[in-house]
Nanobody
Framework: QVQLVESGGGLVQTGGSLRLSCAASGGTFSLYTMGWFRQATGKEREFVSAISGNAINTYYADSVKGRFTISKDNAENTVYLQMNSLKPEDTAVYYC?????????????????WGQGTQVTVSS
């Protein structure tokens, strides 16, 4: 069983930056595709980004491309999401999840375990 714990969320002004972390335990982290999703209040869960097990390949939703950067440290069993130029529409609870799939599944159905989420709020 895999446990995922997100951290790094908070309140930031428009244009600011945050770095989310997702620490994993259990399983073989280097084999997993890791994904970030987000869910705003009253909205459907939305794919944000994913990175392959070997940390070489990345994939982004159009809404965050050029502003967010995903990275993965297999030695530390941690995946990161650097978020720059934040906008109010980025406000959501952000979740990390693990998958065996690459290219990544963007629906969320291809992920096995999920973290508890971390709140990101961007004020205008």
């Amino acid at each position: 069983q895999v446990q995922l714990v997100e951290s790094g969320g908070g309140l930031v002004q428009t244009g600011g930056s945050l770095r989310l972390s997702c620490a994993a335990s259990g399983g073989t982290f280097s084999l997993y595709t890791m994904g970030w999703f987000r869910q705003a209040t009253g909205k459907e869960r939305e794919f944000v980004s994913a990175i392959s097990g070997n940390a070489i390949n990345t994939y982004y939703a159009d809404s965050v491309k050029g502003r967010f950067t995903i990275s993965k440290d297999n030695a530390e069993n941690t995946v990161y999401l650097q978020m720059n130029s934040l906008k109010p529409e980025d406000t959501a609870v952000y979740y990390c999840a693990n998958s065996w799939l690459w290219p990544p599944d963007v629906s969320g159905r291809g992920y096995d375990y999920w973290g508890q989420g971390t709140q990101v709020t961007v004020s205008s």
